[in-house]
């Protein structure tokens, strides 16, 4: 290992001590503020702590470039070039996965849920049969052929009794 290398491999490690330094405090703020999100459902309140997502976010961002950097195989190849794709990367990453984890919170929220009668499962609101164990969730009407909802005992089409 000539001192070049052993230069990198040092900035190396730098890397990888400030990325666990900023990663675990800034997923720790995010789950608490996600945690706070959670909980305020069931209590009818603001989200208290909501915000430290908010706050973990550029924490867990940083981080991740930093770790990026410190588990590099060689940084002298490492042009400014190359940073740049790497970093949109990270940035994408943390951007759609905070999205996705945001909005998967959101839609179990609010659409309502058919939960399987048989087995308990929570299926989508347009599906027709439990994605767990197979069961119909619709009640077809044998009348007018309307979709009605697997509890119900009327048809919400012609009102005939469908028990
Ligand atoms: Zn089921
Ligand atoms: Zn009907």
Redesign the pocket.
């Known amino acids: 290992m000539n001192k070049n290398e052993l230069e990198q491999a040092k900035k190396r490690k730098t890397f990888r001590k400030l990325g666990f330094a900023f990663l675990i405090p800034g997923i720790i703020l995010m789950g608490v503020g996600m945690f706070s999100f959670f909980i305020s459902f069931d209590n009818f309140e603001a989200p208290q702590f909501f915000f430290l997502t908010f706050i973990g976010m550029p924490f867990t961002f940083l981080g991740s470039v930093f770790l990026g950097f410190g588990y590099m195989k060689s940084y002298a190849s490492y042009t400014s070039k190359e940073l740049r794709p790497i970093a949109k990367d990270n940035i994408n990453y943390i951007v759609e996965g905070t999205k996705e984890s945001i909005g998967d919170l959101l839609h179990e929220v609010k659409t309502d849920k058919i939960k399987c009668s048989s087995c308990g499962e929570n299926n989508d609101k347009d599906a027709k049969f439990c994605d767990n164990c197979g069961k119909a969730l619709v009640k077809v ?1 044998r ?2 052929h ?1 979709e009605n909802e697997n509890d119900a005992k009327y ?1 919400k ?2 009102g ?1 009794d ?1 028990e």
Do not use: M, Q, V
């Open positions: 009407c009348y007018c309307e048809c089409s012609c005939k469908i």
